[in-house]
Every structure is written in C-alpha cells, then in structure tokens.
C-alpha cells in the first residue's frame, strides 16, 4: 500500500521560509516521479514544483510563481521528497501536497497524471 505523509507546514510572517518533507512508502521513490501541489480555498489545486525519476535525468520544474524561491530535492534512499521555500509570501498561503506518479511519467505539472497523493499540510503566510 503507497502512502505519502506530508509534515512541516505551519504559518509564518511574509518573506520567511519554511521546508516541507514528504515521506514516501510502499513504492520505489527512484523510478517515480515526485510533484508538489497547492490548493488555496476556492481555488483549484495547482502545479508548484516536481523532481523527474532518476530514469528520467532527475531534473526539476517549477511554476512561474515559484521558481527562484522553491527548490524540491529527494532522497531516494530515506524515500523522502522535501520542497524548501524561501521569501514566501502571502499568496503562497494554501495546502500543499505531495504526489507521485509511480510510472515516472513526464507531465509533471498536470494533477490527474500523478497516482497517489498526501493528504496535505496547511501553510499560512501572515502580511
């Protein structure tokens, strides 16, 4: 049984940073390609960032809204995928998740491509 556990959301003032980890089990980390995502309230859950499987070069993609300020990385060894995020701001408020996609396919950013998901961890940016 695959199951992904999201932790260290929490709240913090504009332009702190906070690190989110997703531990993964049940699947081969390596061979999956590993996303994180964002839902605000009322909003539809949104591409941040994601890490290709190693097949696939290992490379990194990130929205437009991120990039510079997120980084993911993973340890396929732990079996862990963390995003580090840096100079956050108040419209990165939402609930992230973590997702996998056990075939270590390539459309990264589209949410019904990724098999299995987290069940969130709140982040809330204070103005």
């Known amino acids: 049984q695959v199951q992904l556990v999201e932790s260290g959301g929490g709240t913090v003032q504009a332009g702190g940073s906070l690190r989110l980890s997703c531990a993964a089990s049940g699947l081969t980390l390596s061979s999956s390609s590993m996303g994180w995502f964002r839902q605000a309230p009322g909003k539809e859950r949104e591409f941040v960032a994601a890490?290709?499987?190693?097949?696939?070069?290992?490379?990194?993609y990130y929205a437009d809204s991120v990039e510079g300020r997120f980084t993911i990385s993973r340890d396929n060894a732990k079996n862990t995928v963390s995003l580090e995020m840096n100079s956050l701001k108040p419209e990165d408020t939402a609930v992230y998740y973590c997702?996998?996609?056990?075939?270590?396919?390539?459309?990264?950013?589209?949410?019904?491509?990724?098999?299995?998901w987290g069940q969130g961890t709140q982040v809330t940016v204070s103005s």
């Open positions: 997702a996998a996609d056990s075939l270590g396919g390539s459309y990264y950013a589209v949410v019904y491509e990724y098999d299995y």
């Open positions: 890490s290709s499987s190693s097949s696939s070069g290992g490379y990194t």
